[in-house]
C-alpha cells in the first residue's frame, strides 16, 4: 500500500514537473521517507505512450523529494477534485426552473453581516464562505440590503470577496427591490418596497460591482412592490437577461396570480419563499409551481435555527443588532410549547442515525426534487452537518406521515417576516444608501 501511494504520488509529481516548466512545486508527501524502499517515476514527453522510466531506491534521493517540494499538500482523501481552486466535495446537484443546475442546499450568507448579532470579522467569514465550497456548496445567497448601519452592503462586498477565483464554480443570488426605514427604532425594521424600473437598473448595477462579476446566476425581487405591476419588472428582468447582466430570475414571497402574470412575460426560474416546519403556508403554492416548472428555494428552513433544538429558555439575543430577539419562537412560552415538535424531531433523528437539523432540512428536500433550502450559518460544523442532510432518505409514505403528524402538533407563532411599510415612509432611499456607501 505504502509502495503505491508513492507511485501515485510520483507520477502526480513528475506529471506536475513536465507541465510546470520554470515554475516551483511543492509538496509534503503523506508517508515518511524510512517507510519507502523504491519509487518508480515516470515522465512523459507529450504523450502517456513515450513515459520513460526511472527507479529511485537511494533513501537519500527519496529525501530530496521532500526537500525539493516541501510546502504543498496532497491528501488521499474521497474527494473531486484536489486542486487549490476546486470543490473537495462533491453534493448532489438539483435543477430549478428548466435549466439553472445548483447545490441540493445553498448557503444563506445573510448572517455573516445582517440580522443574527455582530458582524463576523471579515476573514474569518472569507474562510468561512470558501469551506462552504470546499463542503459542495455552488449557490450562495446574498442580497444587495444585506448590511450594517456602516455599510448597508456589506454582504454582497464580502460574497463577491470570498467567491474570487471560483467564480466560474458557482451561482450567486441576490436580490433587489426593497430598503429598510432607517428611521425605525425596531430591530427589524420595516421594509419599503420599491421595483420601479429605474431602481432596478441602479440596484442591478450596484450588486455587480460589489459581487465582483459581470452577470448574477439568480436575481430576485426582494419584495413585492404593490406600485408596480408584475408585467413592468418581468420586462426590465427580460431586458437583464438579454443585456447578459442576469441569467435567471425569481420572485420572492410570492403568490400564485402575481407569479402567473410574471412567468408569462418573462419565465420565472424559482420563488425564494418562507419554509420550514414551522411555516408551510406555501404548500398552497406547489401545484403552481409543478404547472410552471419553477423551483423554490427555501429561505428559515429551520424557522431561524429554532428547529435545530440548540436553542432553550435560556437563550439570549442582542436587542440591538438580533431579529431573534423579536422573534415568537424563541419566548420561553414558545419553547414549553414546542416542546412536542421538538421531541418529534430527536425521535426522527435517532430513528434515521441524524441530527434534528437534517430532519427538519431532508423533510423539504424528500418532499419535492426542486426545492432548495438555503440555511444560513456562520460555522463550519454547522455546514457540514447541513450539507449532511442532502444523505438523509425520507420515503415518500414517510414524508406523508410526517406531514400528517405536524399538521396534529400544536406549535406557537413563528418569526413572518418584516412589517412592509408604504414606499412614502420617511428614511434614506435606494439612491441615498448606495451614496452613503460611496462617500465612505
Known amino acids: ?69 516541501e510546502g504543498l499538500t496532497l491528501k488521499l482523501k474521497e474527494t473531486e477534485e484536489t486542486t487549490r481552486h476546486r470543490r473537495k466535495t462533491v453534493m ?23 440580522a443574527y448579532g455582530a458582524p463576523t470579522e471579515r476573514k474569518e467569514a472569507v474562510h468561512a464562505i470558501r469551506a462552504a465550497f470546499d463542503l459542495g456548496y455552488t449557490l450562495f445567497d446574498t442580497a444587495e440590503v444585506y448590511g450594517t448601519q456602516d455599510d448597508p452592503h456589506d454582504n454582497e462586498r464580502l460574497v463577491g470577496e470570498a467567491l474570487q477565483g471560483i467564480r466560474d464554480q458557482v451561482q450567486i443570488i441576490s436580490k433587489f427591490g426593497i430598503r429598510f426605514d432607517q428611521t425605525s427604532p425596531e430591530v427589524n425594521k420595516p421594509l419599503i418596497p420599491d421595483a420601479r424600473p429605474a431602481t432596478i437598473r441602479r440596484a442591478v448595477e450596484g450588486s455587480l460591482q460589489r459581487l465582483r462579476t459581470d452577470h448574477i446566476d439568480l436575481y430576485f425581487q426582494h419584495r413585492i412592490d404593490p406600485e408596480v405591476e408584475p408585467e ?130 431532508a423533510w423539504m428536500l424528500c418532499k419535492k426534487p426542486w426545492i432548495v433550502p438555503i440555511p444560513g450559518s456562520r460555522r463550519l460544523d454547522r455546514m457540514k452537518e447541513n450539507a449532511g442532510a442532502a444523505e438523509v432518505r425520507l420515503t415518500p409514505a414517510e414524508v406523508a406521515a410526517l406531514d400528517r403528524r405536524l399538521d396534529a402538533i400544536p406549535m406557537s407563532a413563528v418569526f413572518g417576516g418584516s412589517r412592509v411599510a408604504a414606499r412614502g415612509s420617511s428614511g434614506p432611499t435606494q439612491k441615498e444608501q448606495t451614496e452613503k456607501t460611496v462617500e465612505r
Open 1 to 69: 500500500m505504502r509502495k503505491y501511494i508513492a507511485l501515485v504520488l510520483a507520477l502526480i509529481l513528475m506529471l506536475g514537473l513536465v507541465g510546470c516548466k520554470e515554475k516551483t512545486v511543492n509538496i509534503d508527501f503523506p508517508f515518511e521517507v524510512g517507510d519507502v524502499e523504491t519509487i518508480e517515476l515516470y515522465r512523459y514527453a507529450g504523450a502517456p505512450v513515450s513515459a520513460e522510466k526511472k527507479v529511485i531506491d537511494a533513501e537519500e534521493t527519496i529525501k530530496d523529494l521532500y526537500d525539493r517540494f
Open 92 to 114: 448532489t446537484n438539483r435543477i430549478l426552473g428548466t435549466d439553472l443546475s445548483v447545490s441540493a442546499l445553498g448557503l444563506g450568507c445573510m448572517g455573516f453581516s445582517h
Open 232 to 361: 413592468t419588472v418581468a420586462e426590465v428582468m427580460a431586458a437583464l437577461i438579454r443585456e447578459g447582466k442576469i441569467t435567471h430570475w425569481g420572485i420572492s414571497e410570492a403568490g400564485e396570480d402575481y407569479l402567473r402574470r410574471a412567468h408569462a412575460v418573462c419565465p420565472v426560474t424559482a420563488v425564494e419563499n418562507r419554509y420550514s416546519m414551522m411555516a408551510r403556508q406555501y404548500e398552497s403554492l406547489f401545484p403552481v409551481l409543478e404547472e410552471l416548472r419553477v423551483g423554490l428555494v427555501a429561505f428559515s428552513p429551520m424557522a431561524n435555527g429554532f428547529l435545530t433544538g440548540a436553542y432553550g429558555k435560556e437563550s439570549r439575543f442582542d436587542p440591538k443588532l438580533d431579529y431573534r430577539s423579536a422573534m415568537p419562537q424563541f419566548t420561553p412560552q414558545a419553547m414549553d410549547q414546542n416542546q412536542e415538535l421538538l421531541a418529534l424531531l430527536r425521535e426522527l433523528a435517532q430513528a434515521k442515525n441524524a441530527t434534528s437539523a437534517q430532519i427538519s432540512l
